[in-house]
């Protein structure tokens, strides 16, 4: 068979509703200024799906140091990879600054938080070792994981949140690295994207009195919103210093491109000098090693943008329980709103034409195999740019879907898809 046939005729899982769904719930544009109301489709939105945390997109400091560092530097410079001719001080500096704020010891800069976190998890582990990650680990982890060079049999799932499940798995885990020689790599997420749940940090760091391992977390959701100091949920569950491996992504509370791995001096010095994909790859352009320390100025030093937050956070998750919505049990600022009954892709998707074109709220929404089959997850982000208005408003507006499901409207108006599909 011809490749380019085989793709075409198999667009995959999501790609096989590109038909109704491209450009409007699939590579969607939203234009405007970036924050609360955006324009979709030549209207005015209260947009609820980006993961500006704290507002900084548009922060007029950011701007600022954003634009003179792109009119000092350009965006080429520096040219090449660190390791050949991209280094600067500058660099160091945000470095040393990022792995200050996390507590730890030293910190490394990636060029993309996706990329960078699959080559930390490849790097540290070799066919000797053993990954022992949660069951609701974030794509870009189980991709790291999949370059695991044991491959299968070199990595075992925990139940998400399940410490007892952990311990099993952690007994496997060491019966065989007894055989093989190796180690073994914890890997969870501070705070899960989809379901807010925070990972239980403390009680995995309790592990290591039972068991030798060492823990690997992504918090990409976590890091400028969790923790009295925003330093991320290991500051939130008071366990920094058992945490061996922190990362986080630019693309959430920092607003920006890229990301970092802290941990001790010589852990960071060998990823340096073995994470390939930073090896070979061009240094993070200088705007955005500016900027990132502009922001994470911003951080340290103006919490009432993260009190902001989390004023809209409550208000947001209190009004929704107390109305009766299932939000599950996210105690982060990612809000699910779960919508149960025998719901398929079609109604899904009558549903959110609703929302957008007659309640002007943009979120995104999410179905099978993210949730289970009949469930519809709706996923709303708020940030500190959002007001308790645009909050009282998007709960009412919610109460009115939640109607016209049970009423089976949006299963009614989703027979005009199918023909599209046929």
Not at 35 to 45: C, D, H, V, W
Request: glycine share 10%.
């Amino acid at each position: 068979m011809d490749i380019f046939e085989k793709v075409v005729n198999n667009m995959g899982p999501l790609g096989s509703y590109h038909k109704i769904g491209h450009h409007y719930f699939s590579f969607p544009k939203l234009t405007g200024e970036l924050g609360p109301y955006m324009n979709f489709n030549g209207k005015r939105m209260l947009n609820w799906s980006l993961n500006n945390y704290l507002g900084l997109a548009n922060h007029p400091e950011v701007r600022e140091a954003d634009a003179q560092a792109s009119a000092d530097y350009g965006l080429a410079y520096p040219m090449g990879a660190r390791m050949m001719s991209g280094n600067s001080d500058l660099h160091e500096e945000f470095e040393r600054q990022l792995a200050e704020f996390v507590g730890k010891e030293d910190a490394f800069l990636l060029n993309y938080g996706y990329q960078g976190v699959m080559s930390i998890i490849e790097c540290m582990v070799d066919h000797r070792d053993i990954i022992v990650y949660d069951a609701e680990c974030h794509a870009c982890l189980i991709d790291g994981i999949r370059l695991h060079k044991a491959k299968m049999g070199a990595y075992y799932k925990f139940n998400h949140n399940d410490m007892g499940s952990l311990r099993k798995n952690l007994e496997r885990a060491t019966k065989k690295v007894a055989e093989t020689g190796g180690g073994i790599l914890v890997i969870t997420e501070g705070v899960f994207g989809m379901s807010g749940k925070v990972g239980s940090l403390d009680e995995i760091v309790a592990l290591k009195s039972d068991f030798n391992f060492r823990i690997l977390v992504d918090d990409a959701h976590g890091f400028g919103t969790m923790g009295e100091n925003g330093r991320g949920v290991h500051e939130h569950l008071n366990c920094i210093e058992g945490i061996d491996l922190y990362f986080s992504t630019f693309a959430k509370s920092m607003a920006a491109i890229g990301g970092f791995v802290a941990a001790p001096k010589e852990i960071i010095m060998f990823l340096k000098y073995n994470m390939r994909s930073q090896t070979y790859a061009k240094a993070l352009p200088m705007p955005y090693v500016i900027g990132g320390m502009k922001r994470l100025e911003l951080i340290k030093n103006h919490p009432e943008l993260r009190e902001k937050l989390w004023e809209n956070v409550r208000a947001l998750q209190d009004g929704f329980r107390k109305r009766g919505f299932d939000i599950g049990d996210t105690t982060s600022p990612v809000t699910p709103v779960f919508l149960h009954g025998e719901y398929d892709v079609l109604t899904a998707t009558s549903l959110i034409r609703d929302l957008r074109e007659n309640m002007g709220i943009f979120c995104s929404i999410v179905v099978y195999p993210v949730v289970p089959k009949g469930q519809i997850m709706l996923r709303i982000i708020p940030t500190s740019a959002h007001t308790l208005e645009d909050v009282e408003y998007t709960m009412n507006q919610f109460e009115v879907v939640q109607k016209r499901l049970a009423e089976g409207f949006y299963k009614a108006q989703a027979e005009q898809f199918k023909s599209v599909l046929a």
